[in-house]
């Protein structure tokens, strides 16, 4: 977004929102430090909370959202901010699909409620966590559980020069062979999301020969059924594949689909 596209040749205003996460995304902007100081000079940060007291009202031309909507209040507290924000972004798999949150969804949330709370008819709650794309339009979604630091200043770059930002829809297999990993599903037989993960994190997981968990959930056009084969010839029952579906993206839909067909079956 150029000055001139906002339409006053002034700084393009940015707002950060939170609902139902851990905070982390918001960090991961908090994180650039230097990178963070240039952005500053770029955009006005008029609205957040997690770094600042002072909160301008909007409209505001960038918003970004982290966390997933849960409660009552949340679903009609984004339609106020996706009416407040020209452009809105979603950060973090929690935002983009729900987050571990979203676990609640194949369960009854009231159990969960009655075992935790000592006073349960306090808590007021929707009987699922969903992405902020389920309740209003968004304009673009950043994955990841944290994003990516290097992911966040490229969208911004992108949206003050007006293009389209470059983020990878490729799988973590790529990033792997770009660290010369050794793919720990096919020499050490250890289950892993890569496959059909989007790309972002650096390969973090297989790098120190663990399996990817799917933080940046499904990948362009992930092959979940191929993948679930590859699970059982390792010897993976339905319920660990359901578990391995079920993570960080569990209400992404390709995710969601996988893990329910193998329950099907």
């Not at 391995?244 to 992404?252: D, I, N």
Request: glycine fraction near 8%; include cysteine; hydrophobic fraction near 35%.
């Amino acid at each position: 977004m150029s000055s001139e596209e906002n339409g006053q040749g002034r700084k393009p205003t940015v707002a950060v929102f939170k609902f139902a996460s851990c905070d982390g995304c918001q960090l991961t902007l908090l994180d650039a430090e230097d990178e963070l100081l240039e952005v500053a000079d770029a955009v006005e940060i008029v609205y957040f909370p997690e770094a600042t007291s002072t909160m301008i009202k909007g409209p505001y031309d960038i918003g970004l959202v982290e966390g997933s909507i849960t409660t009552h209040h949340d679903a009609e507290r984004i339609q106020q901010i996706r009416r407040q924000c020209r452009t809105l972004v979603t950060i973090g798999v929690c935002a983009t699909s729900g987050g571990l949150q979203a676990l609640r969804n194949w369960k009854d949330v009231g159990e969960f409620v009655r075992r935790v709370y000592a006073k349960p008819d306090f808590i007021s709650t929707l009987k699922m966590s969903t992405p902020v794309a389920e309740h209003v339009p968004v304009d673009f979604e950043l994955r990841g559980c944290p994003i990516s630091k290097g992911q966040l200043l490229e969208l911004i770059s992108a949206m003050l020069a007006g293009r389209k930002p470059n983020i990878p829809t490729y799988s973590v297999c790529l990033e792997c062979k770009r660290r010369d990993n050794i793919c720990v599903m096919v020499a050490e037989g250890i289950p892993c999301m890569g496959p059909v993960t989007q790309a972002g994190c650096g390969a973090l997981c297989p790098s120190f020969r663990r399996g990817c968990f799917g933080c940046f959930g499904p990948m362009e056009s992930p092959n979940t059924a191929s993948l679930t084969a590859q699970f059982r010839v390792l010897g993976q029952s339905d319920e660990e594949i359901v578990r391995a579906f079920r993570g960080f993206s569990a209400w992404a839909w390709q995710f969601r689909q996988a893990g329910e067909e193998c329950e099907r079956s």
